[in-house]
């Protein structure tokens, strides 16, 4: 036989709407089957979206989820689609809880699978093994796992065909447990269902890590993935199939749908006996001969583009899975609300990005026009709301001065922005950066307000790395560069007072950001800083700026992440503690 073709849904699935993945997913079966394949694969959760989080503990939609999956092996008859083998990713349940240790606490009643269906019926399921319990994952705490591994015995014609393995995302990265038991099995075929968020250089792990598996277990693994926002995650697809010799067979393009359709040419099944905690079940290959296929194997962009892809794509399925047509953000003429409107732009189109200047008293010319002239550039909307007569009373009433009066006036913005946003329906974009959100160097309640932080874990020289690009990424397309160079070049300011830039109390950000990837990202001490030959009274002052804003992080936007160490989930620490250093 054993030729098999392979399609690989790489979808983008809205959690809860278990209709329209379900639209997705017999759209793919279709595609899938004009095109000659054997077998649709589907990412992990693929009819429920992902991650699901606690309404894993909901009974109702667990309900809901199995209704949807239980009914579409007679959809995809009724679609002349009943012999196509079809493996879709979903939760089950709900199932007794389970308990933890002696505790009597009722915990898991789901459980994370992958249903075979063929002929109009499920003919069989997997349950995911290993259950994260770090970074962003908490399926440890939602899910029971299973013990057994799946293989497909497919045969065509009366032939005995290929056997062919399916395990789920995690199950693929730890050692032991059903990856170890692949070729023990005998198998010729690995399925990895997966929801693998983008992280930067991700890729240097993920492709290494499949291919290692690929030898292993001596298999062919065809790898898919989600592709998507879906609230801070970003998931980038870049589905792909590798055989054991490391050979890329098929590889998908990031950040978008795409079926990648792959013929491969595993080992045939064998005859020996099936190992402990291994099902098999037997599955039909299509008879009929589907002609050559065209190899499908996407180039990867280099990093920054990548990177700016996914921050594009986070920001639009955030704006339109949750309904909004439109976004609205302060532009101050500086970098940060620059690469904000940028992103906005190319995520929604520049026709649904708002922008207002909210010059006061202390912004400078070059300021207002660079504002000016990025508005220009990009087409967005734009307006301008002078703040100095809204300030002027309450700042005199008051009696304000200091910080006090500069906080007011960004204060003052964040109204203006929230106001408009009541009035037109539009999402408020914050514009802050990683660097500004580690040290608190923004305006709880006033620069700070929005719903959405679009550069929430880009540090600041990152985001001018980022400005940099897009602007000879345009130029090399013949488009107009959509940031002013005077934005980029210029020295970083708040203009919150007379002559004022960010490093009259900061150090330079080169500086700033080698402490912040120390002390956040690697969870380094501040001896450990120290020991790296930086300063001790700038380790000093930076970390406590870190841990004394942590009340400011909990209250802030959400926004992409797009780095091993967001703020947010990666990384959570007490707001009321005393460091020790």
Same mark, same amino acid.
């Given at each position: 036989?054993?030729?098999?073709?392979?399609?690989?849904?790489?979808?983008?699935?809205?959690?809860?709407?278990?209709?329209?993945?379900?639209?997705?997913?017999?759209?793919?079966?279709?595609?899938?089957?004009?095109?000659?394949?054997?077998?649709?694969?589907?990412?992990?959760?693929?009819?429920?979206?992902?991650?699901?989080?606690?309404?894993?503990?909901?009974?109702?939609?667990?309900?809901?989820?199995?209704?949807?999956?239980?009914?579409?092996?007679?959809?995809?008859?009724?679609?002349?689609?009943?012999?196509?083998?079809?493996?879709?990713?979903?939760?089950?349940?709900?199932?007794?809880?389970?308990?933890?240790?002696?505790?009597?606490?009722?915990?898991?009643?789901?459980?994370?699978?992958?249903?075979?269906?063929?002929?109009?019926?499920?003919?069989?399921?997997?349950?995911?093994?290993?259950?994260?319990?770090?970074?962003?994952?908490?399926?440890?705490?939602?899910?029971?796992?299973?013990?057994?591994?799946?293989?497909?015995?497919?045969?065509?014609?009366?032939?005995?065909?290929?056997?062919?393995?399916?395990?789920?995302?995690?199950?693929?990265?730890?050692?032991?447990?059903?990856?170890?038991?692949?070729?023990?099995?005998?198998?010729?075929l690995l399925l990895v269902l997966n929801a693998s968020p983008y992280e930067r250089d991700k890729d240097e792990v993920r492709l290494p890590l499949v291919t290692r598996r690929a030898t292993e277990t001596d298999t062919i693994v065809a790898y898919v993935n989600i592709v998507g926002g879906q609230d801070d995650l970003v998931f980038d697809g870049d589905s792909v199939v590798v055989d054991g010799d490391g050979t890329i067979l098929g590889r998908a393009p990031q950040f978008v749908e795409h079926l990648l359709v792959v013929d491969v040419d595993p080992a045939p099944a064998g005859n020996g006996d099936l190992p402990a905690n291994v099902t098999r079940v037997a599955v039909t290959a299509r008879s009929d001969d589907p002609g050559q296929l065209a190899k499908d194997v996407a180039v990867l962009p280099d990093d920054r583009e990548q990177l700016w892809n996914a921050l594009v794509l986070g920001l639009r399925d955030y704006v339109r899975k949750n309904g909004f047509r439109s976004v609205i953000l302060g532009l101050s003429g500086g970098i940060d609300s620059s690469v904000c409107a940028a992103i906005a732009a190319d995520a929604l189109g520049a026709e649904n990005v708002?922008?207002?200047?909210?010059?006061?008293?202390?912004?400078?010319?070059?300021?207002? #026009? $660079?504002? *000016?002239? !990025?508005?220009?550039?990009?087409? /967005?909307?734009?307006?301008? +709301? @002078?703040?100095?007569?809204?300030?002027?009373?309450?700042?005199?009433?008051?009696?304000?001065?200091?910080?006090?009066?500069?906080?007011?006036?960004?204060?003052?913005?964040?109204?203006?922005?929230?106001?408009?946003?009541?009035?037109?329906?539009?999402?408020?974009?914050?514009?802050?950066?990683?660097?500004?959100?580690?040290?608190?160097?923004?305006?709880?309640?006033?620069?700070?307000?929005?719903?959405?932080?679009?550069?929430?874990?880009?540090?600041?020289?990152?985001?001018?790395?980022?400005?940099?690009?897009?602007?000879?990424?345009?130029?090399?397309?013949?488009?107009?560069?959509?940031?002013?160079?005077?934005?980029?070049?210029?020295?970083?300011?708040?203009?919150?007072?007379?002559?004022? #830039? $960010?490093? *009259?109390? !900061?150090?330079?950000?080169?500086? /700033?950001?080698?402490?912040? +990837? @120390?002390?956040?990202?690697?969870?380094?001490?501040?001896?450990?800083?120290?020991?790296?030959?930086?300063?001790?009274?700038?380790?000093?002052?930076?970390?406590?700026?870190?841990?004394?804003?942590?009340?400011?992080?909990?209250?802030?936007?959400?926004?992409?992440?797009?780095?091993?160490?967001?703020?947010?989930?990666?990384?959570?620490?007490?707001?009321?503690?005393?460091?020790?250093?």
């Open positions: 036989m054993p030729r098999l073709r392979l399609a690989l849904s790489q979808a983008n699935p809205l959690v809860g709407d278990f209709d329209g993945n379900i639209e997705k997913i017999v759209a793919a079966a279709h595609e899938a089957w004009n095109r000659g394949s054997d077998l649709l694969l589907t990412g992990e959760m693929a009819v429920s979206g992902y991650p699901i989080e606690d309404l894993a503990a909901q009974p109702s939609f667990l309900r809901a989820a199995r209704s949807a999956v239980d009914a579409l092996p007679a959809r995809l008859v009724a679609e002349g689609l009943g012999d196509l083998v079809v493996i879709v990713g979903h939760p089950d349940g709900p199932f007794e809880p389970r308990l933890l240790g002696t505790s009597n606490a009722p915990t898991a009643i789901a459980q994370n699978c992958a249903s075979v269906i063929q002929g109009g019926a499920i003919r069989a399921r997997y349950v995911k093994h290993h259950l994260p319990n770090y970074s962003v994952f908490d399926e440890y705490r939602i899910f029971v796992p299973g013990d057994e591994l799946l293989v497909l015995r497919i045969g065509r014609n009366g032939a005995a065909g290929v056997d062919v393995a399916v395990i789920i995302c995690e199950d693929l990265w730890r050692d032991g447990g059903p990856v170890a038991r692949v070729l023990d099995a005998d198998a010729g708002y922008g207002i200047s909210m010059p006061s008293q202390w912004s400078s010319e070059g300021s207002r #026009t $660079d504002a *000016d002239d !990025l508005a220009e550039r990009i087409g /967005l909307h734009y307006s301008v +709301e @002078a703040i100095a007569d809204l300030v002027s009373p309450v700042e005199t009433q008051l009696k304000l001065d200091g910080v006090a009066a500069e906080n007011l006036q960004a204060r003052i913005r964040g109204i203006i922005l929230m106001a408009r946003s009541n009035m037109d329906g539009h999402l408020v974009l914050t514009t802050g950066n990683k660097t500004e959100l580690a040290v608190g160097y923004s305006t709880i309640y006033g620069d700070s307000a929005g719903g959405f932080a679009p550069i929430k874990d880009v540090p600041k020289m990152l985001v001018w790395e980022l400005a940099t690009w897009r602007n000879e990424h345009a130029a090399a397309n013949g488009e107009t560069p959509p940031i002013p160079e005077n934005s980029i070049t210029k020295p970083p300011s708040a203009e919150l007072r007379p002559d004022q #830039t $960010d490093q *009259d109390t !900061l150090p330079p950000y080169e500086l /700033l950001d080698d402490i912040l +990837e @120390a002390y956040v990202s690697k969870r380094l001490g501040r001896e450990d800083i120290i020991a790296l030959g930086i300063d001790r009274a700038t380790v000093e002052f930076v970390c406590k700026l870190v841990d004394r804003s942590e009340w400011k992080r909990r209250q802030g936007a959400i926004g992409p992440k797009v780095s091993g160490m967001a703020f947010g989930r990666d990384r959570r620490l007490p707001i009321t503690s005393r460091p020790a250093g």
